[in-house]
């Protein structure tokens, strides 16, 4: 997570406007609700489905996460990671 999110409690409906991804007021994009709700359930099956390594060196420590320099500050490397399929996927119900 980077460095300006920790200890903040952001709320991408509010009206702080720390966090405006999907607009705000009357032209806030009407599929807000369901893309919170698909970003949970993609991230949720990629965290099931996969065990996931660090690309260079397979140590998840030495991930740089130094910000470059952009209106939406992206990373200034480019994060690799490889997934590794599971043989044996988490069962859904028991």
Do not use: Y
Not at 53 to 74: C, F, H, R, T, W
């Amino acid at each position: 997570m980077p460095k300006r999110f920790e200890n903040k409690q952001l709320d991408v409906r509010g009206q702080h406007f720390e966090l405006v991804p999907f607009g705000g007021g009357r032209r806030m994009c009407p599929g807000t609700s369901l893309a919170l709700m698909v970003v949970h359930v993609t991230l949720g099956s990629m965290i099931q489905c996969f065990n996931w390594k660090a690309g260079k060196d397979g140590n998840l420590n030495s991930v740089d996460m130094e910000e470059g320099i952009d209106l939406a500050l992206p990373r200034a490397n480019r994060l690799v990671c490889i997934p590794v399929a599971r043989l044996h996927p988490i069962p859904l119900s028991a």
